[in-house]
């Protein structure tokens, strides 16, 4: 077995493992493919420099974004579960990876030197948004929104048919969205919507 296999199977397994704990919180049986991670970085803008990911997981989308050129000093992963954490700690040593929940993202930017004056260019979101409360959708969209700079993007992908946030919350925060590209390969098939603030 090559060595990117077996790192990429040693990953499902952590990833696996996770799910079997809290099926609802992890959202997948298995880490996002790399036909995902493509789509989810071609919604990024052009100029994006500094950028916050939510629920890193086994940091698919974080190794993308690395070889992609994000300065690692330019991205802070948060993911609310501890042993990914530390998984993605040990995976992107150089990279800024935080153990908390998005709800308190303008917070965790502080406590962790990340609200500098740089604004954020964009929220790459791995989140299992579909299946969370409204309540907890909006709370977490505020969250990235009091982040974003004008202008900046929060992307995030579902497995399901539709927009992943509920109407009412993209009312509420007054957001515009739009569907970016969809997945075939992935497990399962997943589309990529792109939310701003009008
Ligand atoms: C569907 S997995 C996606 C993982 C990875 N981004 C991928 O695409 O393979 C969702 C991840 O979000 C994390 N998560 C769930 N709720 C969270 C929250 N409130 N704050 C931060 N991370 C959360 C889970 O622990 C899990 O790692």
């Known amino acids: 077995?090559?060595?990117?296999?077996?790192?990429?199977?040693?990953?499902?397994?952590?990833?696996?493992?996770?799910?079997?704990?809290?099926?609802?919180?992890?959202?997948?049986?298995?880490?996002?493919?790399?036909?995902?991670?493509?789509?989810?970085?071609?919604?990024?803008?052009?100029?994006?420099?500094?950028?916050?990911?939510?629920?890193?997981?086994?940091?698919?989308?974080?190794?993308?974004?690395?070889?992609?050129g994000i300065a690692p000093s330019d991205l802070m992963v948060v993911e609310l579960n501890a042993e990914l954490s530390e998984h993605l700690r040990r995976r992107f040593p150089q990279a800024r990876v935080v153990q908390g929940d998005a709800r308190e993202l303008p917070a965790l930017a502080k406590a962790n030197g990340f609200d500098d004056g740089v604004a954020v260019d964009a929220v790459?979101?791995?989140?299992?948004?579909?299946?969370?409360?409204?309540a907890l959708q909006q709370q977490i969209m505020a969250a990235a929104f009091a982040c974003l700079r004008p202008g900046g993007r929060?992307?995030?992908?579902?497995?399901?048919?539709?927009?992943?946030?509920?109407?009412?919350?993209?009312?509420?925060?007054?957001l515009d969205v739009?569907?970016?590209g969809m997945a075939w390969r992935n497990l399962p098939p997943a589309s990529v919507y792109v939310f701003t603030r009008r």
């Open 1 to 68: 077995m090559s060595q990117s296999a077996d790192t990429a199977a040693a990953q499902a397994w952590t990833f696996f493992r996770q799910w079997l704990k809290n099926p609802i919180k992890m959202a997948s049986i298995t880490p996002s493919g790399q036909q995902l991670a493509g789509m989810m970085l071609a919604e990024l803008p052009a100029d994006a420099r500094r950028v916050v990911e939510l629920g890193g997981g086994t940091g698919v989308f974080t190794a993308a974004m690395l070889a992609r």
């Open 124 to 134: 790459i979101s791995g989140l299992g948004m579909l299946s969370m409360p409204k």
């Open 154 to 174: 929060f992307v995030q992908f579902t497995y399901g048919p539709k927009v992943p946030v509920a109407r009412e919350v993209v009312e509420a925060l007054a």
């Open 178 to 180: 739009r569907k970016g």
